[in-house]
């Protein structure tokens, strides 16, 4: 990852977090440090919650999105393995997160 890929688009970073937590992926100090920021996040964006509430509710995704991101691991792993590509948590979370943005957005 670099820094570039955030570069005017810091909620990128946050999607990437929401994959990586829904398939029990995210770095235990990552976690802690996006807890910490929970309160300023729901301020900034005028939503309250857990930081997941909050990201998926900017996004506009309801109940549920963590059991669909896991689905969706699940199958795109599955398919990788099968084409004997190892398709790593990190890798998973920048594709779902690219998947769901676009650069024009302003985040």
Known sequence: MTEDRYAGRPFLRLLEC??????GELDPQQRT???AMTPKLAE?????GTWQQIVAAQ?????GIEVAIRE???RNSAVAREEGIELTPDEFSMLFADANTSEADND
Request: proline letters at 0%; a negative charge; aromatic letters at 10%.
């Open 44 to 48: 900034s964006l005028g939503r309250e």
């Open 18 to 23: 929401l994959a990586l937590d829904a398939i």
């Open 59 to 63: 996004m506009n995704w309801g109940d």
């Open 33 to 35: 440090v996006l807890e």
């Open 72 to 74: 969706l691991w699940d």
